[in-house]
């Protein structure tokens, strides 16, 4: 797999923890964003390209998916122009892995997205508005759609809400819960600023995890790790998950109504850590 992390690669985008975007108007970005960590790329040709770039923005990733590289394309939301042409050039694209929806509001413009590209390409539809965020069922159960993405910084700018997590936890909610009666993934978070440290991305992304979110967008490739490690199971959590699960094939008796619950969750986590790849961390 040419210039592709290999785990990563291998990694089905439903458990992806980080969505590294790299901007589209800078070619030289994709080879080191695909070698890195993260467990899914996106070619961003939308918040990062400038309206005077988008044509050459377009032309480089085409190139990239066309040339061997493998990637997620975030495109320009429906009612833009650019959206038509964007859906053109990537329908023939051979790397192409699936698209994130800028300013996805309806549910039929989720499924109109997802018409116009090869048959079965998943969708993410990115809400970012106070409109999306009130149809997040409705866009959940489009056909078309794969997974939900919070973009928080747009969301904030649209309804005047601080960072604050407890100010973003009904939206936060909003997501996950949408995200289960849909029958998705789970819901993908938005980023941590491009300059935060390692220290301050593992603690914001333990905000993302206690709200039930298991992804989480990322601007900043050296972030990358910080945001995997917040979003994986613990080190004490798989412990507890492999002493449980090895109780009960040598034989631990149900004992209470309990039991069945937990050992569904033991053998969730040593799912993870083993798609993860923690076993050998």
């Known amino acids: 797999?040419?210039?592709?992390?290999?785990?990563?690669?291998?990694?089905?985008?439903k458990l992806s923890r980080s969505w590294l975007l790299v901007n589209a108007a800078k070619p030289e970005d994709f080879a080191p964003g695909l070698a890195s960590e993260a467990d899914s790329v996106l070619f961003d040709m939308e918040a990062a390209v400038p309206a005077d770039q988008k044509d050459a923005a377009r032309a480089n990733v085409v190139e990239a998916l066309n040339g061997g590289m493998s990637a997620w394309v975030r495109i320009n939301g429906i009612d833009t122009d650019d959206w038509q042409q964007d859906?053109?050039?990537?329908s023939g694209t051979e790397g192409l892995r699936g698209v994130m929806?800028?300013?996805?509001?309806?549910?039929?413009?989720?499924?109109?997205?997802?018409?116009?590209?090869?048959?079965?390409?998943?969708?993410?539809?990115?809400?970012?508005?106070?409109?999306?965020?009130?149809?997040?069922?409705?866009?959940?159960?489009?056909?078309?759609?794969?997974?939900?993405a919070f973009?928080?910084?747009?969301?904030?700018?649209?309804?005047g809400i601080s960072d604050d997590p407890m100010a973003m936890a009904y939206a936060r909610s909003r997501l996950v819960i949408a995200s289960r009666?849909?029958?998705?993934?789970?819901?993908?978070?938005?980023?941590?600023?491009?300059?935060?440290?390692?220290?301050?991305?593992?603690?914001?992304?333990?905000t993302t995890q206690s709200m039930g979110m298991t992804g989480r967008l990322c601007l900043n490739r050296e972030q990358v790790e910080s945001i995997n490690l917040a979003l994986s199971p613990s080190e004490d959590e798989v412990s507890w998950a492999v002493d449980m699960l090895q109780a009960h094939r040598a034989g631990a008796s149900v004992g209470d109504g309990s039991y069945l619950p937990r050992l569904a969750r033991a053998q969730k986590i040593a799912d993870?850590?083993?798609?993860?790849?923690?076993?050998?961390a």
């Open 101 to 148: 929806l800028a300013l996805a509001e309806q549910p039929e413009q989720v499924t109109l997205t997802a018409m116009r590209l090869r048959a079965g390409t998943p969708v993410i539809a990115l809400i970012e508005t106070a409109v999306g965020l009130d149809n997040a069922t409705a866009v959940a159960k489009a056909p078309g759609t794969f997974r939900l």
């Open 272 to 280: 993870l850590a083993d798609s993860y790849g923690l076993w050998n």
């Open 181 to 206: 009666v849909g029958k998705l993934p789970g819901a993908i978070d938005g980023p941590p600023g491009a300059a935060d440290s390692n220290a301050t991305v593992v603690e914001s992304s333990r």
């Open 151 to 159: 973009g928080t910084n747009d969301f904030r700018k649209d309804t």
């Open 1 to 13: 797999m040419p210039m592709r992390n290999r785990r990563a690669a291998a990694l089905p985008a």
């Open 87 to 90: 859906l053109e050039a990537l």
